[in-house]
């Protein structure tokens, strides 16, 4: 089984910065795609950046400039890095990653999410 924890979001004002981590842990041959999600009140979850192996980022189009996602293949993390950070982005975010267990079977698996909210 693998498990995904998120670090803590929290509140901070518009223009400010914030760093989410993600650690995945258990029993985890390797990780292929490591993915931030999130999802605002009365919206639909939405993609906002995701890595691959050979790090690849590719990032929802309300973040491009503003978002960095990195990994650490060596400690199964992922890290958001979010910059000028605006009300809109206020979200629960979740961390999800995929790949191969040490059964040589596919998961995909979530983390609980995270609070982030953006307001003055």
């Known amino acids: 089984q693998v498990q995904v924890v998120e670090s803590e979001g929290g509140l901070v004002q518009p223009g400010g910065s914030l760093r989410l981590s993600c650690a995945a842990s258990?029993?985890?041959?390797?990780?292929?795609?490591m993915y931030w999600h999130r999802q605002a009140p009365g919206k639909q979850r939405e993609l906002v950046a995701l890595?691959?192996?050979?790090?690849?980022?590719n990032y929802g189009d309300s973040v491009k400039g503003r978002f960095t996602i990195s990994r650490d293949n060596a400690k199964n993390t992922v890290i958001l890095q979010m910059n000028s950070l605006k009300p809109e982005d206020t979200a629960v975010y979740y961390c999800?990653?995929?790949?191969?267990?040490?059964?040589?079977?596919?998961?995909?698996?979530w983390g609980q999410g995270t609070q982030v909210t953006v307001s003055s």
């Open positions: 999800n990653v995929n790949g191969y267990g040490t059964n040589r079977e596919w998961f995909d698996a």
């Open positions: 258990g029993s985890i041959f390797n990780i292929h795609n």
């Open positions: 890595i691959t192996t050979a790090g690849t980022t």
